[in-house]
């Protein structure tokens, strides 16, 4: 008697079906593992060409201490005028000339706004304890500072401070300076704990006083004035 064998050829459908599977699995696996392999490669060349630039950057403005960031760390706490700037911030910079001049001139004007703003508060016997500020990537800034009042210092120090800081009021009596004082002085005084946060409009008017400082130096009206519309966000 003979026996018909069936369901071989089903079996081998299956077991080739199985097998293109399985090559597909295999390919798309591979294809992955090379994506993020060029994806990792990718970030690793624009995080060295950051790197290279910002340190370009920072041979411009020597005060303040320039990093890539991603907002305001804590990790930059007790750390006085360090600047955190947006990595996608540094790669537009360095694909748009424009962009790159005007936010060159931009962190040239925080850092004489926060020069400015670092000598008022010696000169009224304050010790700067905490100042760290970062800028996105569309030139937004925010900052943070916390100062402490220097109980050490002795009568004849606090005296000759407050005389100074007298002079230096009497002898420059544009308005932008005297707002950008007033400004500071209030902040201060109205601060229980030494917290203080500067806002947009207050950072316009710290960096307008620093353009009047500057002024003796270079004619601040054949500078280009972009600091004065920097735009900042708490």
């Not at 990595?87 to 360095?94: G, H, I, T, V």
């Not at 850092?111 to 996105?136: C, I, P, Q, W």
């Amino acid at each position: 008697m003979i026996m018909a064998i069936t369901g071989v050829s089903n079996y081998s459908s299956v077991y080739e079906n199985i097998y293109a599977s399985s090559r597909k699995e295999a390919a798309k696996k591979e294809e992955t593992k090379e994506t993020a392999g060029t994806q990792k490669s990718t970030e690793t060349k624009k995080k060295s060409s950051n790197e290279e630039y910002l340190n370009n950057l920072q041979k411009q403005v020597p005060y303040i201490k320039l990093q890539t960031g991603y907002g305001l760390n804590a990790n930059n706490d007790g750390k006085v005028n360090i600047v955190d700037v947006s990595p996608k911030l540094l790669e537009k910079m360095q694909n748009d000339p424009k962009a790159a001049k005007e936010y060159t001139q931009r962190l040239k004007d925080v850092e004489a706004a926060l020069k400015l703003s670092d000598n008022f508060s010696r000169s009224m016997g304050h010790t700067v304890v905490t100042s760290h500020a970062y800028v996105d990537e569309n030139g937004h800034m925010s900052h943070f500072a916390y100062v402490v009042k220097k109980d050490a210092l002795n009568e004849k120090l606090r005296k000759e401070a407050q005389e100074n800081a007298e002079k230096r009021i009497e002898k420059s009596r544009e308005k932008a300076r005297e707002n950008a004082e007033q400004l500071l002085e209030e902040k201060i005084a109205d601060s229980k704990d030494g917290t203080i946060y500067l806002n947009d409009t207050d950072m316009k008017t710290i960096i307008e006083s620093a353009q009047e400082e500057n002024a003796g130096k270079t004619t601040v009206k054949d500078q280009p004035q972009v600091g004065v519309n920097l735009d900042l966000k708490t």
